[in-house]
């Protein structure tokens, strides 16, 4: 009988070993791959000056949802405490970030998914990004680098043991960097198909999915986000309140956390009928 207990105590023993063993050697190697260093092309930039190209990047940062995860005023908050990481949305203005950052680092992190010691951003959406034109990321760096500063004092971003095990696979940085060039021009905005395409396909594929046919979200808890096909054939009176409003011709209010209406809203209605004209082409 003892013999049985003592080998018994051994299996469990050697069980637990494994386990702890296991999670130390899987918390390594992903803090190896928090760490990774990523190459990614950036583009030489001319920052414009003028009073049109900075309201043009204020409006951007708006319809792109900069304030959302960065603050009214752009400068940073602690977006969650537990999970994987403390999760912080840095500020931007120049007594943040802005004060050290060059136009390729802005490039960086906007478009590419990467911070200035080249490792991965988590959650900052470059994906929804990743295909604004030289032309106007340069309207939006040349805004961002006129903030006022404003100072706030900002815990570091942390990954937390979880995160460092879900690092080591499940939870795949390297999905948020991206690596291809990013086009020189875009269409004029405006009520047109192709400004509608060069929104839709960059920004709303991020989450609908490449051609809007609809994705699962990455965000634990999010609702499908649904082929927008049908969407493009909703009265234009409807698509705008909904865009504008939240809430869906049914009368149910999509939460802004989810389907980010918000930004949408400060589109200009003529920004947004280009995306209303675009969806009317997809076939459901
Ligand atoms: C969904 C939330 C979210 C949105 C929307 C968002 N960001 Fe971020 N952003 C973050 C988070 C979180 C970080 C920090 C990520 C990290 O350190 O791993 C970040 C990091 C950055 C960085 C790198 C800062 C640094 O510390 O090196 C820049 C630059 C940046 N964001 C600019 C922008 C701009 C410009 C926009 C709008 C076009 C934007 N972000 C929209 C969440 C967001
Ligand atoms: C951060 C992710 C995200 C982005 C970016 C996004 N959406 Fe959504 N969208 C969603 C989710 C999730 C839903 C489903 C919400 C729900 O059911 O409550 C949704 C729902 C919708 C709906 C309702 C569709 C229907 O048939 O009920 C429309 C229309 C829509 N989005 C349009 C857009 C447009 C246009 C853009 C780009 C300008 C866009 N979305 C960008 C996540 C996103």
Same mark, same amino acid.
């Given at each position: 009988m003892r013999t049985v207990l003592k080998w018994a105590g051994i299996v469990v023993g050697a069980l637990v070993l494994v386990v702890v063993v296991g999670g130390f050697v899987a918390s390594r190697v992903g803090a190896a791959n928090i760490a990774r260093v990523h190459e990614v092309p950036v583009t030489s930039l001319t920052i414009p000056t003028d009073s049109a190209a900075l309201a043009r990047g204020a409006h951007l940062a708006g319809i792109y949802g900069c %304030?959302?995860?960065?603050?009214a005023d752009l400068s940073? %908050?602690?977006?969650?405490?537990?999970?994987p990481a403390r999760i912080v949305a840095s500020n931007l203005t120049p007594a943040g970030i802005g004060g050290e950052y060059e136009p390729e680092d802005w490039d960086r992190a906007i478009r590419?998914?990467?911070?200035v010691d080249g490792t991965a951003l988590f959650v900052m959406p470059s994906g929804a990004y990743h295909n604004i034109s030289d032309a106007e990321a340069v309207d939006l760096i040349a805004y961002l680098e006129t903030l006022p500063p404003v100072e706030k004092d900002l815990p570091p971003m942390e990954y937390t043991l979880l995160g460092k095990l879900l690092a080591a696979g499940?939870?795949?940085?390297?999905?948020?960097?991206y690596v291809d060039p990013t086009p020189t021009s875009s269409p004029a905005p405006g009520a047109t198909v192709e400004y509608g395409a060069y929104v839709a396909e960059g920004l709303c594929a991020y989450c609908h999915g490449e051609g809007l046919v609809g994705k699962e979200a990455d965000q634990p808890g999010a609702p499908f986000a649904p082929n927008l096909a049908a969407s493009g054939q909703w009265p234009p009176e409807q698509f705008h309140q909904t865009m504008t409003t939240g809430v869906r011709p049914d009368g149910r209010e999509m939460d802004p956390e989810f389907m980010p209406w918000t930004m949408t809203a400060k589109m200009t209605h003529d920004e947004r009928e280009g995306v209303r004209l675009y969806l009317a082409t997809l076939a459901e």
């Open positions: %304030q959302d995860c960065h603050g940073g %908050q602690v977006m969650a405490e537990e999970g590419h998914g990467v911070g499940p939870l795949d940085l390297s999905k948020g960097v």
